[in-house]
């Protein structure tokens, strides 16, 4: 069991955790999703969050006390939530580091919006986590990414665990291997022999050949990683 937070500008969007195997972990009470509205903490009579960058340049940047308030009105009474800032100045988000997440009683998720958050904030929080080496206009859909990514490795969310251990990543540095489901043939494409014969020990033999080889042309970086693990 997680408990997730997310501190967003748009408690809305996240109206999406409301479908598929979050939606259903949710139901199951194996997660928890609450959502804080970041511009009820906001300042003065137009709960103003964000403000003109010091220095001058273009756009708003986030204040920091409406975040400082937030996190001290969620923290309070919660034990162990490890508190994330979504930005795509932090660390790459990996399967490593979803595990490690996975391991506590609750993560605090901070999207920000405009352009970006004041430095200070940064002090606030146990982690900055990027989803990738690209700029989005908000942290929402990088916390939905955190959220599914962590819930499915919970007890009990996913219908089959063994999924778990064949995908992509399971060892951080390998891809899975091809599948094929019917029909056995599609458009002059055979489903390769070897998946047809039963034998478990040349088709277990097949797939550890075919995940190397993947990694290899298609993820080069992950596979010079794992020559040297
Ligand atoms: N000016 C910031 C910079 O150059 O680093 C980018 C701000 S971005 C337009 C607004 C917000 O979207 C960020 O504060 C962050 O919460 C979120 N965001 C955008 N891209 C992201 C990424 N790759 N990973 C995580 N969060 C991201």
């Given amino acids: 069991m997680i408990e997730f937070h997310v501190i967003t500008l748009f408690p809305a969007m996240f109206a999406a955790l409301e479908h598929g195997l ?13 959502t804080h509205d970041l511009r009820e903490y906001g300042l003065g009579a137009y709960r103003q969050v964000d403000d003109t960058p010091y ?13 400082a308030a937030a996190l001290d009105a969620v923290r309070a009474g919660n034990r162990d939530l490890c508190a994330l800032l979504m ?5 790459p988000l990996t399967q490593t580091i979803v595990r490690e997440l996975a391991g506590h009683h609750g993560l605090i998720l901070i999207a920000g919006r405009y352009e970006g958050f004041d430095e200070r904030v940064r002090s606030l929080v146990d982690r900055e986590i990027s989803i990738g080496d690209y700029v989005l206009s908000g942290g929402e859909l990088p916390a939905m990414v955190v959220v599914e ?31 094929y489901t019917r029909p056995e043939e599609f458009r002059g494409m055979r489903v390769p022999e070897v998946l047809l014969s039963g034998d478990h020990g040349r088709i277990r033999r097949w797939r550890e050949e075919q995940a190397r080889r993947r990694t290899a042309t298609r993820r080069p970086d992950l596979s010079a990683r794992r020559e040297k693990s």
């Fill in 149 to 179: 990514a962590v819930a499915r490795l919970l007890p009990g969310v996913l219908g089959n665990p063994q999924s778990l251990t064949e995908e992509s990543f399971a060892d951080a540095t390998l891809l899975e291997y091809p599948q």
């Fill in 22 to 34: 979050v939606g259903r972990a949710r139901a199951r009470g194996l997660i928890t999703i609450t």
């Fill in 55 to 67: 220095g001058g340049g273009s756009g708003m940047v986030m204040r920091p006390e409406p975040i």
């Fill in 87 to 91: 930005t795509p100045q932090g660390e």
